[in-house]
């Protein structure tokens, strides 16, 4: 007899702009997870982005404080904090008031960051990126978990740290988001942490990844998969619809990745994070992994990803550029999609 799988559902949160001011952005992002909450969705995942006018999301601690205090069962999560530009002892007490304002519906991610103007500002060299996050996730999962009051690290240290007040949840589980690099799958995968999967990447790149996971921990991996999601009355209408979103989304991406010159700046040591950056934010990719399409088809996609992964959470990010047409997507998602997979 086969497994029986069951997908959670998620909502992938960027808070963005087409229109309008930034305000209007966050208050119409919050109202359709509070929307989310009231139709089941099991989760909620908001982004981390900075100097962007797109994605107005530079701060998801207080985005999560206020829509906690407005939802009641969905859990609640970053995707991901940009882990290597936080002071850890602070952001490990932000988490644990957050759990405690949640009632203990807390997610954590984390990234490493790849846009080159946050390395700049943040004064964090591109090279030491990675090497930051796995110190930062690992000394923060400590001090969450009450253990090892010291770290010593190359770039995380502090000594005789005991946070206060505790995280309802005795260990809040802990995503590390990847576009397919080894050495974040092998970090998750030796830690026991979760895989947060990029919206451009393929169900063969996911497997992948999967599999080297498993080859080390032993077990698979619980996965966090991102998808762009559009449902229409048929597939060419869903397309024609999503594209547009997608489009622009890629367009400003782009464009925050990148910055003028300056006469005391380097790029070159940059030009490696902004080439990241191109291949992370292919929009063609967007649209070929997305679920996009009839209900019918949507279906269908959806029992691709069901063959091929056991403990998943799919999180959509709906391609409407309103309010009112995400809402409409969702319900659609609701009433015609998921009762059937």
């Known amino acids: 007899m086969g497994v029986w ?26 109202d359709l997870v509070e929307y989310a909450d009231t139709i089941g969705f099991d989760e909620a995942w908001f982004g981390e982005h ?24 969905i859990r609640l999560g970053v995707a991901g904090y940009l882990a290597p530009f936080y ?21 954590l991610g984390f ?55 505790k995280p309802i949840q005795p260990k809040i589980p802990i995503h590390i988001a990847t576009f397919s690099s080894a050495q974040s799958i092998e970090f998750a995968a030796r830690n026991g942490f979760a895989l947060m999967a990029s919206q451009g990447l393929s169900l063969d790149e996911c497997e992948k990844m999967s599999d080297y996971y498993e080859s080390i921990a032993k077990e698979a991996p619980k996965i966090i998969l991102m998808r762009t999601f559009c449902v229409g009355d048929t597939d060419e209408k ?42 992370f934010f292919d929009g063609s990719k967007f649209l070929e992994c997305g679920i996009i399409g009839s209900a019918t088809t949507c279906i269908k996609q959806i029992e691709q990803i069901k063959k091929r992964f056991e403990n998943i959470t799919i999180a959509l990010k709906p391609t409407g550029t309103s309010f009112k047409t995400n809402k409409i997507f969702l319900r659609r998602f609701n009433e015609q999609i998921r009762p059937y997979c």
């Open 111 to 165: 990234a490493k960051g790849a846009f080159a103007p946050d390395s700049k500002h943040f004064k964090v060299q591109p090279e030491n990126l990675r090497k930051a996050m796995f110190e930062s996730v690992e000394a923060i999962s400590n001090l969450l978990l009450g253990n090892n009051s010291d770290f010593v690290g190359e770039f995380v240290n502090y000594s005789n740290v005991d946070i206060e007040p």
């Open 87 to 107: 002071d850890v002892v602070r952001l490990a007490e932000e988490i644990a008031i957050l759990d405690i304002l949640s009632g203990g519906r807390m997610n």
């Open 5 to 30: 799988i069951v997908i959670r559902w998620g909502l992938f949160c960027l808070f963005e702009r087409f229109y309008g001011s930034s305000k209007t952005a966050i208050e119409e992002q919050l």
């Open 50 to 73: 900075h100097f962007n006018d797109f994605s107005v999301c530079p701060s998801p601690s207080l985005l999560l404080a206020n829509i906690s205090a407005r939802t009641k069962n």
């Open 238 to 279: 869903a397309i024609k619809q999503a594209r547009p979103a997608i489009d622009h989304f890629v367009k400003s991406m782009k464009s925050a990745s990148s910055f003028a010159k300056s006469p005391v700046y380097d790029e070159k040591k940059y030009a490696s994070l902004i080439g990241e950056r191109e291949i």
